[in-house]
């Protein structure tokens, strides 16, 4: 199946409530989890999660990695509106900054050099995906470690429904939709693998991870 985009922000109130308050604890602990596997060595410091939604995973990196600084930044006033309030609600607002951010946002390299930069979810949301890899060169610092979790294309339409009716049975409409979109909009491995390449970044690993993720990981050069 060809890729289909879909809106780049999530910007409807209903939509990111829906998101906000859908339970994605295996995917989104899993991030957590596999970040860990694969840079055991990392113990905190600054960290970038960019496109951060309403900073579910930051909270949980944040509660992983006590002694790490994130600064989450978010296109999306409704998004970022609920991170907001979720980093509050939770504890979190000495450990993570969230900030209106756009990408490509020239002001980026501004925000200095970051030890890890995570981005889960967010990668098939980008027309053009070489935006976030060029956000993620120009934000690690040498060594960083650089770590993306996003949904991975099925083959046809009827796989992607099947996948929805599997994994977001009894989830509002909304959420279905929304997850049936975000499938058709991802990305396969070859196709990061290509991105890689042409970001120059092709020293990162890219694995699919279930039936409907994939991981791309690795140190920043
Ligand atoms: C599916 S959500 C994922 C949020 C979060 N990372 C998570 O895993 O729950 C994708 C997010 O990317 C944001 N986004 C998409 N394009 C963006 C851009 N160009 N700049 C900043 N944020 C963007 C959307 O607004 C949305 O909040």
Redesign the pocket.
């Known amino acids: 199946m060809e890729r289909v985009t879909e809106p780049?922000?999530?910007?409807d109130d209903d939509q990111?409530i829906a998101?906000s308050e859908a339970d994605?604890t295996e995917?989104?602990q899993g991030?957590v989890t596999r970040f860990g596997a694969a840079f055991p060595e990392f113990a905190g410091g600054r960290m970038l999660?960019?496109?951060?939604?309403?900073?579910?995973?930051?909270v949980r990196f944040a509660r992983a990695y006590p002694d790490t600084h994130i600064v989450g930044?978010?296109?999306?006033p409704?998004?970022?509106a609920l991170g907001v309030q979720r980093v509050a609600r939770e504890g979190c607002a000495g450990q993570i900054s969230l900030q209106h951010?756009?990408?490509?946002?020239p002001e980026l390299a501004t925000l200095g050099a970051f030890d890890a930069v995570v981005?889960?979810?967010?990668l098939?949301?980008?027309h053009d995906p070489a935006?976030?890899w060029d956000a993620i060169r120009i934000a690690a610092s040498p060594g960083a470690c650089i770590f993306v979790?996003d949904l991975m294309r099925p083959e046809s339409a009827a796989i992607a429904q099947a996948l929805v009716d599997q994994h977001a049975r009894g989830e509002p409409d909304v959420l279905r939709r929304?997850f049936f979109h975000?499938l058709c909009a991802a990305f396969t491995t070859d196709e990061v693998r290509a991105q890689l390449a042409a970001a120059g970044l092709d020293a990162l690993d890219v694995q699919p991870i279930t039936d409907r993720h994939l991981v791309i990981q690795g140190r920043a050069g």
Do not use: I, K, N, W
Request: net charge negative.
């Open positions: 780049e922000l999530m910007v990111a998101y994605f995917s989104h991030a999660d960019l496109a951060c939604g309403p900073a579910d995973v930051t930044l978010e296109g999306s409704a998004m970022l951010r756009l990408l490509p946002d981005s889960t979810a967010a098939h949301h980008f935006v976030l979790q929304d975000s």
